[in-house]
């Protein structure tokens, strides 16, 4: 029994501490630091080279053009021209009615894609002859045809339909179709819709109390309460009183402008303390829990060079955070109180004034000399600009996401479907409840990829004029020559966008993952 | 007598039909693998299939519940002749369990989940319901700790004896078990056996495709010996343990024994 010393001296000298630089953990955040300081200074270098040079030729990278009149012409948008009582058409409004456009081809388009590239991909796995044979064309044919080809393509075919009159389309006055674009009748949030939004909040309480009662008297007393119908039967009743009560929410309008007046009013001194105060809390949080995790039942386990590293980085990241709030962007501070106001004065702005008003309504598509109105109470338009991109991604990509989604079945071995089968499942619960759930796990990433892909590939609405990003930007700098605050501009939305479905993206994988040990 | 009912004892002979195949065939493209099979399995029988791989064995008992089409001959199950009719087939796989070879657990749902997914979804059963009877069922295999956990934390044997909780939780009347030991290591084959001749005690109509003959000596009512999708032999445990008739059972069973 000579092994089993508990000495800590002796265990301390067998493992003596090795110099600095044949030390792991220090070598690893050494490295670390050494790349990020190399990639900070080429990024510097070139930065510096750029403007340099740009300057010797008369043209310094500013940001000051952002606030210059446009004098854009904007295809289509929330915004295109001068409002004639409200804001101007800035530069910056003009970019931002871009990322706009591209945001809402983005988001419709992944839908979109998403919806037709499951069908299609589960119809490519089906035991039906026809539908087998139907979606293998699609998606040979559309995936092999070069996007942008099928976007022109789009835009041809739109454009060969007929002149834009109110009875041009399948039904007259409702669905236009026509070679300007394709309009149909829109539901909006109307008047009422806040009220009646926050007056389901106030029922929600309620129905959340008797759900859980229920539960309750079901876990003691066993037998079955219908759970389900009884939630579905009182938010109906709800929804109705909430549909014609309404008007009775009104007193939360006076009540967002009061915290509206109220937040404005905070001194910049007291958020920039609150904000140092949080960071700081943040960090010793970070710390609390990073060292609950090294605790074992016998104690606090001994912490490694690595994990002192950890908690010296979040000190000094705490403290750097406290530093910018402070001294570095006293700008952030008033930004905060500004917008926070901004934000509950709009918000209190949206409640009526407690007349009676519905909370949704809907509107026919309205022409105006011939053209759709673009703005305002008006039909759901897609111009052909906007159709021909929206149309040519959709259909692209969906061929992509068909092929990942029958991989992503096929991935699942035959041993669960048969499995299903043998307990009696039928082919379509078998699907939805054992081989679906299994095969997102496969289809998650490069479904992500999919999803990053179409909204990178939205710049392609250059080729038809659609205004998105891209295509403003472009009218931007071959106005201004701002080339490189342009592009800066550009990196920074898009990253910002891969970075959210990226990080969306992840947080699904991670719920999905199989628990394996 | 037909080869089918070989081997009978007059109380057997008397209970009813839960299997009968007659002149089964199956063909995997050119290959035949099933070449006229015919079989009965009687009420609350336990019949052992044995034979060389590929024999058929397997494609026999997984033409019962129709995870494989066969295509000539007739297989009635309960009274339930297996057809292209779904209703029949659903009646037939509702009325059968099965336990694979692979267990064929659903990784994405804890013990329990896998337990009380038929039941819910194809018994309507509440889940409160199911669940007390999934908890009842791992009790019976031994394992009512590990409900919350998922399939990928379990050994072979727990994972086993999860799958034949699983198809316990539908109330077969019949239980096919396609090599249930053969994945697993040697000390866990012990603890499916037991599961199984419990099972087989509690009158369970049983099919087994095994090669662990000290349970088939042990439980079976009448053993089965399958090669090139023939039916080579049908016998007692006795018959074929001592005394066993045709050439190539004997050398099958030199071989394993």
Redesign the interface.
Known sequence: MTLTTTDPNSARARHARPPLWRNTAVLKWFVQIIVLLAVLAAFWFFAAQARNNLSAKGIPVSYDWLDDPANIQLGEGIQTVDDPDGRRLTMSRALWVGMVNTLRIASIGIIAATAIGVVVGIARLSNNWLARKVSSIYVETLRNIPVLVQIILWLAILGSLGKLTVDSGPIPGWVIVSQKGISIPRVFFADGFYQFLSMLAVFAVPIWWVRRRMRRT??EQ???QRIGSVTFALSLVAVVIAWFANPVMAFLGPVFDGISDAWAVIPQGLMQAVLSIVAVLAAVTWIRRFLDSRRTPAGLAKLIDDDWFRMIFAGIAALLAVFVVVRGWPGLSSWIINSGSDLFGVIGDKFGDGRGSRPLDAMKPTLSEGRFVNYGPTGLTMTVFYASLFFGLVFYTSSFIAEIVRGGIQAV?A??S?????????RR?ALR??VL??AF?VIMPPLGNQYLNITKNTSLGIAVGFSEIVQVGQTVYNKNSQTLAVFSIYMIFFLACSLTISFVVNTINRR?A???? | MSIADNALTDEMASRDDMIVCRGVKKWFGDFQALRGVDVTVKDREVMVVLGPSGSGKSTLIRCINRLEVHQEGDIIVDGVELTNDLRNIEKIRSEVGMVFQQFNLFPHLTVLDNITLAPIWVRKKPKAEAEAKAMELLERVGIPEQAAKFPGQLSGGQQQRVAIARSLAMEPRIMLFDEPTSALDPEMISEVLDVMKDLARGGMTMMVVTHEMGFAREVADRLVFMESGDVVEVGTPEHFFTNPQEERTKLFLSQIL
């Open positions: 079901q876990e066993g037998g079955t071995p041993g669960q048969e499995a299903a089968a043998a307990l009696g499942l039928n619960q409840k054992v759930p299994q796990r999905l199989i628990v394996e040990r």
